[in-house]
């Protein structure tokens, strides 16, 4: 069901693409997405999402040292 909600929505992009011009939909694209990324819960929601990434990385990049520091015996 969900296959064919996907593949009916494609349609309807493509179509609008086709009649509207690529250049009109695509800009019209690109100005919606503009607006919705200068809304301040967008931006928070973005830094927010960007530490706890870092955090993630970070975290991890901790751990493969440790890992490599215990099986090579070497200090840092």
């Known amino acids: 069901m969900i296959g064919w909600i996907v593949l009916i929505l494609a349609i309807l992009v493509i179509l ?3 009649g509207l011009g ?3 939909f695509f800009g019209g694209v ?3 997405a503009e607006k919705i990324s200068s ?3 967008v931006k928070n929601l973005t830094d927010k999402a960007k530490s706890e990434f870092d955090n993630i990385i970070g975290n991890s990049t901790f751990d493969v040292i440790a890992i ?3 099986t090579m015996n ?3």
């Open 16 to 18: 609008a693409a086709v």
């Open 22 to 24: 690529w250049d009109t």
């Open 30 to 32: 690109k100005k919606g």
């Open 39 to 41: 809304l301040p819960e």
């Open 68 to 70: 490599f520091q215990k």
């Open 74 to 76: 070497f200090k840092f």
